[in-house]
């Protein structure tokens, strides 16, 4: 079992940043990938960005890519998200998710653990 914890979510006006946390305990060592999904009111599940553990590998959705950043501590077993020049339509609830695959992560599939989600609200 992997627990997944996340924080950081928050009230931010259009333009401002947040940086979000998810803290993994248990078998992390059977976990490949990690990722952050989110979910708006009505819509599916996306897939916003992964990395592997090692750090040496990232992923982004075309809807984040050059605002957001993904990174890993593994001494602390922590991936962070840094969301920069947030939009209004970046509100959702944000998952932290982790996979033991190295592929097709972008897919909400792929991953067999998530955390209980963190909201973000983007105001204009």
């Known amino acids: 079992q992997v627990h997944l914890v996340e924080s950081g979510g928050g009230l931010v006006q259009a333009g401002g940043s947040l940086r979000l946390s998810c803290a993994a305990s248990?078998?992390?060592?059977?976990?490949?990938?990690m990722g952050w999904f989110r979910q708006a009111p009505g819509q599916e599940r996306e897939f916003v960005a992964a990395?592997?553990?090692?750090?040496?590998?990232?992923y982004y959705s075309d809807s984040v890519k050059g605002r957001f950043t993904i990174s890993s501590d593994n001494a602390k077993n922590t991936v962070h998200l840094q969301m920069n020049s947030l939009k209004p339509e970046d509100t959702a609830v944000y998952y932290c998710?982790?996979?033991?695959?190295?592929?097709?992560?972008?897919?909400?599939?792929?991953?067999?653990?998530w955390g209980q989600g963190t909201q973000v609200t983007v105001s204009s």
């Open positions: 990395i592997r553990w090692s750090g040496d590998t990232t």
């Open positions: 248990g078998r992390t060592y059977s976990m490949y990938t």
């Open positions: 998710a982790a996979s033991s695959r190295a592929y097709y992560i972008s897919s909400s599939g792929s991953y067999n653990y």
